[in-house]
């Protein structure tokens, strides 16, 4: 029974697509990187495993995003909260695992012994397990978001008012976190990361490693949204998000329908932080800035709302666009991604993933004013119903 | 004791040498001339030697003493034979006597000076200073000494403070002198000067007193003595309890004139429009940055207008911003009314462009924006209690501009049509308001009181390409809090969040104040999601 929902998910096409990106992952790139000698054209050199690593992890995050924005209408500003919490759960146990390899030889990590501090503070307690701390990946950023979902969505906070208090939830942690007595390496966060589970965590091996089960993750997350969104459970979301009243006097309470997906939202957001910190090599409190989480938001807006390929190609869009602008012309990467900010939301309200469905209502609008100019009645198609509120 | 009456009893032949000596010398030629052995041994004698001799100097506190200690603090004073010389330049002068020596020794030493000398020195120039005729020198003097006076000058100190009229030096030599009776003098004395150490508001002598009282001083004490510093204690601490509550909420104040001004352009564009304007904060950056192009100009074209710089600024600041704000609404958030998400985006992007503009255009860093003479220094209200004029300034000028936004929205044509369309767009359209052209002036005006914001704020802190940034989640707790569409709840969120912020801060650390002042907001939206003033009836659903 489920194995045939799972089937029905996508049509022929779809799991095609979806093979393919698996052969890219699992083929493709550790033959070009590990197997292809280093002087060869052919050869994938780590910068570019290590990038497209880190936009896999940006991706897990935009369909999250999709999830509560695009799907249920609520725009998070604070999803760079739950990545950082989740990557810092996973840095924990990385630290611990630096073991008596760092500068001061101590067992505590180098900025406890810097703060003088004799023992670890209780909330580290276990994090030399790694599946405990798997477990904090997920529970962290998940309670949290159900705690502050609850609270908010109970009183009905909406719209462009749980923006705005998520956004300061995430400053808040952010100020929370550069103090040193936090215990989480205030400023510099975790760093000099040495093993994970016992491999070296340099080696290209272990690089590969890392980027084949970050895009597994990524393609059980796309599998897992499209079963939400398909489900009648889905179909509830997008009724709130464009018409909640309606669906409140309809009988549905929509405080649990939001509070799952948002839950859960966290969680994705969560598991994505862990796989993105021992690939980057470094977790800090500037991952909790306002304005990496709307950088979030302009990634499914670029992609599409309310399609769940478009985030992911929002987010391969603008971080491919941000490493190559960085590079090339630094000082005006803040112009560029300014006017896709501006640009997106004036032009394309449905993302490069509506491109085609935009054009073709344009032109079938066109057609049918001809057609009327021409005498003939013709009913013009009904405009596309707005995606998001 | 004997440490005490050391020098003193050094000094003595000192000082009855100087005045014999000043009485013979000043038939010669006009000034002073110190004792010839004590300047011999400053320029000859071992380390102690030294400071003995610089002690004597202090106690003879004449005028030369002050020149000679100059000069060997300076590194002028030299030793040439058996003669002790001050040589500035070409001219050398006998630092006895002030003789001019010529020609110029071709051999000589200069005179060695030590850290522990150099200290002795510093002491010692200041208390010659406190005799000078000059407030400012006087003011500096007792200062320096307020750190570390020794016990060779007390009397000078105490003479000094005899003399002074001034009433800001006064009771600081008085604490100096107490300072250093305490530590030295007779019971009798001691007593009094725990007393004068508890009628101070010196933050200092709580310190001393508690030093006192746990006997870190090492010297016997004897039960009265405990009880008047305990008394005297109480009395202090009192005081500055006082002065410190007073002092949190004036800057409660401050920051909550400062959130003000920030957050009364969002209470219009979004509270009133519905706008929500993440660009909000590089508006007031804009303002800002007008100030300060505004005291570049005077200081290159009108220097001698210097200090009305300010004044000029205001408006200046005000149209830059409101412009930008008016051109922002006419190319862009125009197209964006009802879709509230779509908004906070594209404004968004626009606060990432004109950040990026003002970071090529003025550089990345920070600029310098001075305050205008008549903004600088304070009311001292007690010691630890300064009231920065700056703030008071800005205070007021939140105030005026609170009243002035007011008025224009009550009061005036534009604010009559602001409210109507605010109320029910469509029923104003019909009576003939051009809704699209209120529109704008409104998104103007909002801007305009954000540029008002950045010109205060120039005034008390960085302006660089970030200001912005910092004050637009504060800016929007307010917004929040105070409630949509109503202005009163927005002076009343930024005045509470601003007190309520600094005495968190005084408790428990910035950052924790901040986090417990959103906690607070998230919680207190539980109660009343609308904010503190909720529109009521039928518009209450917008």
């Known amino acids: 029974m489920l194995t045939r929902r799972i089937f029905q998910l996508y049509g022929r096409c779809g799991w095609l697509a979806i093979a393919l990106a698996l052969g890219v992952l699992l083929i493709a790139f550790p033959v070009l990187n590990l197997a292809v000698p280093a002087g060869s054209a052919l050869h994938l050199s780590d910068y570019w495993v290590s990038l497209a690593g880190k936009i896999l992890c940006y991706a897990i995050v935009a369909l999250a995003m999709d999830l509560i924005w695009g799907y249920t209408g609520i725009l998070s500003l604070g999803h760079g909260l739950f990545f950082a919490l989740g990557g810092y759960a996973m840095g924990m146990y990385l630290m611990r695992m630096i073991g008596r390899e760092g500068q001061y030889k101590s067992d505590l990590p180098d900025f406890m012994v810097f703060l003088d501090w004799k023992d670890f503070p209780w909330y580290w307690s276990f994090t030399d397990n790694f599946w405990y701390c798997a477990l904090l990946v997920v529970l962290v950023p998940g309670v949290l978001a159900f705690v502050f979902g609850y609270f908010a969505f109970r009183s009905r906070i909406k719209g462009v008012y749980f923006s705005i208090i998520t956004q300061a939830l995430t400053f808040a942690f952010m100020l929370l976190f550069f103090r040193n007595d936090t215990g989480f390496g205030g400023n510099n966060g975790f760093t000099d990361f040495k093993r994970i589970l016992d491999f070296r965590i340099a080696t290209p091996e272990t690089r590969m490693g890392l980027f084949i089960i970050t895009g597994f993750t990524l393609i059980a997350a796309l599998l897992l949204a499209r079963f939400i969104v398909l489900s009648k459970f889905g179909r509830v979301l997008t009724a709130i998000r464009d018409a909640e009243s309606r669906v409140m006097f309809s009988g549905y309470d929509p405080l649990w329908y939001k509070l799952s997906v948002w839950t859960l939202s966290a969680v994705l957001c969560g598991i994505a932080g862990a796989l993105y910190v021992p690939q980057i090599g470094i977790i800090n409190p500037g991952e909790m800035s306002p304005a990496n989480s709307i950088e979030i938001a302009i990634w499914v807006a670029v992609g599409g709302r309310g399609t769940l390929i478009g985030p992911i190609l929002g987010a391969f869009l603008v971080n491919g666009a941000k490493s190559w602008f960085t590079v090339a012309f630094p000082e005006y990467w803040l112009y560029f991604l300014g006017l896709i900010f501006i640009g997106v939301t004036l032009f394309l309200p449905q993302g490069v993933a509506g491109i085609a469905a935009q054009v073709r209502a344009k032109l079938a609008l066109r057609r049918a004013m001809a057609a009327e100019a021409g005498g003939t009645a013709a009913t013009p198609p009904r405009p596309l119903p707005e995606n998001a509120a | ?542």
Request: with cysteine; proline share 3%.
């Open chain 2, 1 to 542: 004791m004997r440490r005490f009456l050391q020098p003193l009893i050094a000094g003595l032949p000192a000082v009855l040498a100087a005045i014999v000596f000043a009485g013979l010398i000043a038939f010669v030629r006009p000034g002073f001339a110190l004792d010839a052995r004590t300047v011999e041994q400053l320029g000859f004698g071992e380390s102690d030697d030294k400071v003995a001799a610089v002690a004597a100097l202090v106690a003879a506190g004449d005028a030369r003493a002050l020149a000679v200690l100059e000069a060997l603090a300076e590194g002028d004073l030299y030793t040439s034979g058996r003669q002790v010389l001050i040589i500035k330049g070409d001219a050398a002068h006998d630092a006895a006597s002030d003789a001019a020596v010529t020609p110029v020794p071709e051999e000589r030493d200069e005179v060695t000076v030590n850290n522990r000398l150099r200290r002795e020195v510093a002491a010692a120039i200041a208390a010659l200073s406190l005799a000078s005729p000059d407030r400012e020198a006087r003011l500096a003097a007792a200062k320096a000494l307020a750190g570390g006076a020794e016990p060779a000058m007390l009397p000078l100190i105490k003479k000094a403070a005899g003399k002074e009229a001034d009433p800001l030096i006064k009771p600081m030599l008085e604490i100096i002198q107490a300072t250093l009776e305490l530590q030295e003098g007779s019971k009798e004395t001691r007593l009094a000067a725990i007393r004068t150490l508890g009628a101070s508001n010196n933050p200092n002598t709580k310190q001393l007193l508690l030093a006192l009282l746990e006997n870190k001083d090492g010297s016997a004490q004897d039960d009265d003595i405990l009880i008047e510093a305990q008394r005297s204690l109480r009395a202090v601490e009192g005081r500055l309890a006082w002065g410190e509550r007073i002092g949190q909420v004036f800057s409660g104040a401050s920051l909550g004139s400062i959130l003000l001004l920030a957050a009364l352009g969002l209470a219009i564009t979004y509270g009133l429009m519905g706008v929500i304007n993440m660009a909000h904060g590089e508006l007031i950056m804009i303002g800002a940055y007008a100030t300060y192009v505004m005291q570049n100009l005077f200081r290159t074209y009108a220097p001698d207008w210097f200090n009305a710089y300010l004044i000029v600024a205001v408006p200046v600041a005000f149209a830059a911003s409101a412009v930008v704000g008016m051109l922002l609404e006419r190319s862009v958030i125009r197209f964006l009314y009802g879709r509230p998400l779509e908004t906070l985006l594209a404004t968004w992007g626009i606060s990432l462009l004109l950040m990026q503009l003002v970071r090529n255009v003025f550089g990345a860093q920070n600029v310098q924006v001075e305050n205008p003479a008549w903004m600088s220094g304070g009311v001292a209200l007690l010691s630890n209690v300064v009231l920065p004029y700056n703030r008071i300034v800005i205070i007021g000028f939140a105030l005026l501009v609170l009243l002035s936004v007011w008025l224009a929205l009550t009061r005036t044509r534009l604010g009559l049509f602001v409210r109507g369309v605010t109320q029910n767009r469509a029923m104003a359209s019909c009576m003939g308001v051009h809704t699209a052209r209120v529109d704008t002036w409104c998104f103007g005006l909002g801007s305009g009181i954000a540029g008002l914001a950045g010109c205060a704020l120039s005034q008390i802190g960085n302006v660089g390409p970030d200001l912005g940034q910092s004050y637009i989640v504060d800016s929007f707790m307010v917004v929040v809090l105070g409630g949509v569409g109503q202005l009163a709840g927005t002076v009343y969120a930024a005045l509470g969040l601003g007190v309520v912020n600094k005495f968190l801060e005084a408790w428990s650390g910035a950052v924790l104040a901040k986090i417990m002042v959103l906690v607070f907001i998230i919680v207190f939206i539980q109660k009343r999601p609308q904010g503190l003033f909720a529109l009521k009836g039928r518009f209450a659903d917008g």
